[in-house]
């Protein structure tokens, strides 16, 4: 089974940083991986697919990237709408896995 | 508009059974895989099951195998999940998903989901 680690578990941040969220596979999925977001008490949302591509919709301000079997989930701009919980997500094989969560808070 | 409407969640006692309902709209439910995806309370994001568009294939979570069964009624636009030897770890929201397809083939990539539906296994 492939594990993804995501760190940092939390993070603290202004409107107007540049953040950046990283999970790392257990072991190679190429570009098989996801990035959604969760508000509280509500479901996730779809942001990124295949590492890189914007899911429609989604602002510019979000970028994702790889390097080997590390990703990377970049936010430059935050906004307030912006803090919540990320989460990526491999589908590479099964059983299909998530990482812990990063829950990004306003500083 | 694509939507994706759970229903069926509740109250169960452990042991029991539960089946869980998932109404599509907006899209052509018979082209697309769909998936199961489970949250318990303060916990992060647990990939349960997914069914491919014609049924023909089904993947499950180790810890629900051989208790849980996905299924699908493409004529009525619809995703079950029956859930059965329910147990207190089971408690949890229960979002359905669509997942995403391209060039004829699907990927477990969960392109839209519901609000979720919240079951809990307690005596």
């Known amino acids: 089974d492939i594990q993804m680690t995501q760190s940092p578990s939390s993070l603290s941040a202004s409107v107007g940083d540049r953040v950046t969220i990283t999970c790392r596979a257990s072991?190679?999925?190429?570009?098989?991986l996801a990035w959604y977001q969760q508000k509280p008490e509500k479901a996730p949302k779809s942001l990124i697919y295949?590492?890189?591509v914007l899911q429609s919709g989604v602002p510019s301000r979000f970028s994702g990237s790889r390097s080997g079997t590390d990703f990377t989930l970049t936010i430059s701009g935050l906004q307030p709408e912006d803090f919540a919980t990320y989460y990526c997500?491999?589908?590479?094989?099964?059983?299909?896995?998530f990482g812990q969560g990063t829950r990004l808070e306003i500083k | 508009e694509v939507q994706v409407v759970e229903s069926g969640g509740g109250l169960v006692q452990p042991g029991g059974s539960l089946r869980l309902s998932c109404a599509a709209s907006?899209?052509?439910?018979?082209?697309?895989?769909m998936s199961w995806v489970r949250q318990a309370p303060g916990k992060g994001l647990e990939w349960v099951a997914n069914?491919?568009?014609?049924?023909?294939?089904?993947y499950y979570v180790d810890s629900v195998k051989g208790r849980f069964t996905i299924s699908r009624d493409n004529a009525k636009n619809s995703l079950y999940l029956q859930m059965d030897s329910l147990r207190a770890e089971d408690t949890a929201v229960y979002y359905c998903?669509?997942?995403?397809?391209?060039?004829?083939?699907?990927?477990?990539?969960?392109?839209?989901w519901g609000q979720g539906t919240l079951v809990t296994v307690s005596s």
């Open positions: 997500q491999q589908y590479k094989s099964y059983p299909i896995s």
């Open positions: 072991q190679g999925i190429s570009n098989w």
């Open positions: 295949a590492t890189s």
């Open positions: 907006g899209f052509t439910f018979s082209n697309y895989c």
């Open positions: 998903a669509r997942l995403y397809y391209t060039s004829g083939s699907c990927y477990a990539f969960s392109e839209y």
């Open positions: 069914i491919k568009e014609d049924g023909s294939e089904k």
